[in-house]
Each structure stands twice: as structure tokens, then as C-alpha cells.
């Protein structure tokens, strides 16, 4: 599929748009007049591998739509492991309001990579905020959206002895 640019342009959904109209939208099957965010399965990559299948490469944000995979058939628990390390979760959810910031209509959670594994991970500059719809059990197939920030500089000196990237980096703010 084709890298879209524009020049001068940016993605920046709201949290409610996020939520009401790319969330809920790709859980009904539904289409997008412009193709800005791609599908991926976050546990078959390893975040510096993510920017270059976004479909809005040069940005310092990337946005991309995900399935959790369950740990297990019956838990409500999400895999998020991938070789290199985990995605932990910190902080609590945070409540996303409708426009009128009168409803809740979803939740955001703040993950951070780690490379290894348990108490010997490592972290990284790598983040994702990931967005859940308060009404994905009304949809067959649950997504959550993911915006992925990092430096594209970082690919973890732990895991890969520090191989630098073509990308130039940029502060997490």
C-alpha cells in the first residue's frame, strides 16, 4: 500500500474522534474516505519496526489499529509481549469524554516498552497510548487504536548493540 505524505499536514485526531469515528467505525467494517491507519498485531513487531508500516510514515506520532490477543482462551488478559521485550502498562485508565464531556465513551491506557523480560527489562522511549471503545463488546471483533511515540534512534542499545537508524529522532513531549 502507498506511503501517504502531505506536505504541511498532520494527523491529530481528538481522543473523542479517536474513539467515536476511527474506533468505532473500523469495528462496524466500515471504511475511511482517507486511508491514514494501518492494521497491525503489535506482538509480531517490535516498536522501531512500527513507523515504517504506518501509513503516515514521517510524522513523530503513528497511529495504527490493533486486535488484542488474549494470554489465554478464557482470560480477559492481553499478550503483549514480542521477542525483544513487553509493553507494560503504567498509570491508571484514563476516561475519554464525548465532545460534550458529558459520557464516557472510552478509556485510554499509557504502555511503555521494555526490552527483555520481567525485572530484568530495560525501558525504552517507546510509548503507546491505547484507546478503547466503552461499547467494543457490541462489535464481533474488538480493536483497539494505538498512537505510538519513540525515538526512531532507539532501538534498544540492550537488544541490538545500538544499530542507529535512518530516521532522525525527536523529544517525547
Not at 6 to 29: A, N, Q, S, V, W
Request: hydrophobic share 30%.
Amino acid at each position: 500500500m502507498d506511503n501517504i505524505n502531505f506536505l504541511g499536514y498532520r494527523f491529530r485526531p481528538t481522543e473523542d474522534e479517536i474513539i467515536t469515528y476511527f474506533l468505532e467505525r473500523k469495528m462496524r467494517g466500515l471504511g475511511f474516505p482517507v486511508h491514514a491507519i494501518n492494521e497491525v498485531d503489535l506482538c509480531k513487531s517490535e516498536p522501531w519496526e512500527l513507523p515504517d508500516k504506518s501509513a503516515l510514515r514521517d510524522d513523530e506520532e503513528w497511529y495504527f489499529f490493533s486486535a488484542p490477543n488474549r494470554k489465554y482462551a478464557n482470560s480477559a488478559r492481553v499478550e503483549r509481549t514480542t521477542n525483544a521485550g513487553y509493553w507494560k502498562v503504567t498509570g491508571k485508565d484514563r476516561p475519554i469524554l464525548d465532545s460534550c464531556r458529558k459520557e464516557v465513551i472510552g478509556v485510554k491506557k499509557h504502555l511503555v516498552f521494555y526490552t527483555g523480560r520481567g525485572s530484568d527489562g530495560v525501558k525504552t522511549s517507546w510509548v503507546i497510548h491505547e484507546y478503547h471503545s466503552n461499547k467494543a463488546s457490541a462489535y464481533q471483533k474488538p480493536f483497539v487504536l494505538c498512537r505510538l511515540k519513540g525515538n526512531l534512534d532507539d532501538k534498544s542499545k540492550a537488544y541490538n548493540g545500538g544499530e542507529s537508524s535512518r530516521h532522525g529522532a525527536f523529544s517525547m513531549s
